[in-house]
């Protein structure tokens, strides 16, 4: 078994030890073949060797992290503890778009980071992963970067409006009011990005629109930023319509969670039938993201780690 000291430098241990030892105690958790001493500044770790250069990479990547932000929270240590790189600081370059009284918008994660990338060189990519990734928020902020960027005229945000069967006739209120509550995540994310008047006034003069997929029906999508949200809800007749609107000067971001289909149960989902039809088409670009990519309250990725161990039982007794 081997031992080794670490002593922390430029930092008030507090910071990552937390009160009563919340962070080392959450530290710990995800090295428990290691038993960490921590007394004062120095922390004293025993164990294999590998797993201990494992564990100081990590101490060093939370301090970095610190050091740069004058912040480390839970769900910062169980992001960087758990991100496959060996360096994940969130660096000025991962910027997308400036939002709101200062608040930078960046690519968080590794899968975060290819997405933007995908979207730099690809016309149609895909993002798929579970809810808390940041799938449709990064998309949101590429489409924001590209309307201000005037690398396109207008961003078109749709959506299946699965729970209403897209028939939205007998809700109440004018077209606004009955579409909103479908579209309220695409809304979030705008607000965060855009200044209220100004959103608003965009919306008017329709240089973004919000609208259920339904009304994609016939368009061509030109000199546009268009993305499709939620897109396990599709059928395939749906996907296809929507994937052939493609214009010129066009870039398409369709986002959804395979394990989350609201369809009838013997509907095949539109979004897992493309990316089998797909897969193979050197142009599109397609990322899957996972619970390392949760940047929600950590217990997101506890709740989405215990439903896919529950899938993965269910499939063995099957």
């Known amino acids: ?27 710990k ?17 025993l164990g294999e060797e590998e797993v201990i250069e494992q564990f100081e990479t990590k101490l060093a990547v939370l301090i ?3 050091n740069k932000y004058n912040r480390l929270t839970e769900s910062n240590i169980d992001r960087l503890i758990m991100e496959d790189h060996t360096v994940v600081l969130e660096l000025d370059d991962d910027v997308i778009v400036h939002g709101n ?44 970067r590209a309307l201000k960027n ?7 945000l749709t959506r299946p ?4 069967g897209e028939n939205l006739g007998f809700l109440p209120g004018d077209m606004k009011d009955k579409l909103d509550p479908y579209m309220q995540p695409l809304y979030d994310a705008l607000n965060d990005m855009i200044p209220s008047e100004k959103l608003k006034a965009l919306i008017e003069e329709r240089v973004i629109q ?31 319509m929507f994937l052939t609107r493609m214009g010129r000067s066009a870039k398409f971001v369709v986002t959804g969670d395979v394990t989350q289909i609201d369809l009838p149960a013997r509907q095949k989902s539109g979004l897992a039938h493309c990316l089998e039809l797909l897969s193979k088409v050197n142009d599109i670009g397609i990322v899957y993201l996972n619970e390392k990519d949760v940047i929600r309250h950590n217990l997101v990725m506890q709740i989405i780690q215990a439903y896919k161990q529950e899938v993965t039982r269910t499939i063995k007794e099957k």
């Open 210 to 240: 919000i609208a259920p997929l339904a009304f994609m029906r016939g368009r061509t999508l030109d000199n546009a930023f268009v993305i499709l949200d939620e897109a396990q809800n599709t059928t395939v007749q749906q996907m296809k």
């Open 1 to 27: 078994m081997a031992e080794k000291k670490i002593t922390l430098n430029g930092i008030d241990p507090i910071e990552i030890y937390g009160t009563r030892n919340s962070k080392l105690d959450l530290i």
């Open 150 to 156: 005037k690398e396109v005229k207008r961003i078109i």
């Open 64 to 66: 970095l992290h610190f």
């Open 101 to 144: 009284h200062g608040k930078l918008i960046k690519a968080r994660t590794s899968n975060q980071r290819k997405m933007v990338d995908l979207c730099l060189s690809k016309d149609m990519v895909f993002a798929i992963g579970p809810a808390g990734t940041g799938k449709t928020y990064t998309a949101v902020a590429l489409a924001v």
């Open 29 to 45: 958790s995800y090295y428990p073949k290691l038993k960490i001493i921590a007394r004062g500044g120095e922390i004293t770790v």
């Open 161 to 164: 409006a699965v729970e209403a």
